[in-house]
């Protein structure tokens, strides 16, 4: 699904460049539950960014489902993720002035499907994160747990293949920071495919694989021991 060949990405500042990222190769094959970890500054986000399509390498090659994307313009990148990629985030995004249906309605609004099936995936994504009984609330009434479902509610709604995730507990205490790794862990276990970026030892052996950034570079890219 994810094909990295030698990715490097160089931020500019001023006359100051830095490389966020240095020739990184990457493979991530549909399914697949893979954590993102390493010290700030390694190039976590970085590579996220890569991965969703909001940013385009400095150089090397990366395919999205077979497609070359290094060659595509703001726009084709822009059709490309709409549909496919979710983004969950630390901070929630939610917007407050509208309710929880309508802010995970945003996710469909300039997608294909018609108004009434739209409604109708609405209250069947909310249903699946056990939020029904929230559908008329505004995001400020929740939790922070709730509020960040309802965020993972917006990133699936479309039904993406890959769902990115970068520090997706960071705003939550502990009891709901697990509610949604548990949450992740079962999108997973039904079929879509996920990157999470995490500082957390803990939540990292909750993916399948992890692989471990350093100064940009792939430290360490391991898979889970099979438990017996
Ligand atoms: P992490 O997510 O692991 O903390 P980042 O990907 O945010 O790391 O950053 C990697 C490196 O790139 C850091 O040295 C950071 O300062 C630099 N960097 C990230 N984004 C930008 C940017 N937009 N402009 C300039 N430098 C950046």
Redesign the pocket.
């Known amino acids: 699904m994810i094909e990295l060949k030698a990715v490097s990405?160089r931020?500019?500042?001023g006359d100051?460049e830095?490389?966020?990222?240095d020739a990184i190769d990457l493979h991530i094959e549909a399914g697949e539950y893979v954590a993102i970890t390493?010290?700030?500054?390694?190039?976590?986000?970085?590579?996220?960014?890569l991965l969703g399509l909001l940013d385009l390498p400095s150089s090397g090659q990366y395919r999205l489902l077979g497609e070359d994307v290094t060659a595509l313009r703001p726009r084709e990148l822009a059709a490309l993720r709409r549909g496919r990629i979710g983004f969950v985030f630390q901070s929630f995004n939610l917007v407050d002035e509208m309710s929880v249906a309508d802010n995970v309605q945003l996710a469909l609004r300039y997608g294909p499907m018609p108004e009434q099936a739209q409604r109708q995936r609405v209250a069947e994504v909310l249903g699946r994160l056990g939020l029904s009984h929230r559908a008329a609330h505004h995001p400020s009434q929740l939790s922070g747990g709730q509020q960040q479902r309802v965020a993972i509610a917006r990133a699936i709604a479309a039904r993406p293949a890959l769902l990115l995730a970068?520090e997706p507990t960071g705003n939550l205490d502990s009891g709901h920071g697990q509610e949604v790794m548990q949450l992740l862990r079962e999108l997973n276990d039904e079929g879509t495919t996920l990157v999470m970026?995490t500082h957390s030892a803990e939540h990292a052996a909750l993916a399948s694989r992890t692989v471990r950034?350093l100064d940009?570079r792939v430290l360490v890219d391991a898979c889970a021991e099979v438990a017996a």
């Open positions: 990405k931020h500019r500042a100051i830095t490389t966020a990222l390493g010290p700030s500054g390694c190039g976590k986000s970085t590579l996220l960014g970068d970026v950034l940009g």
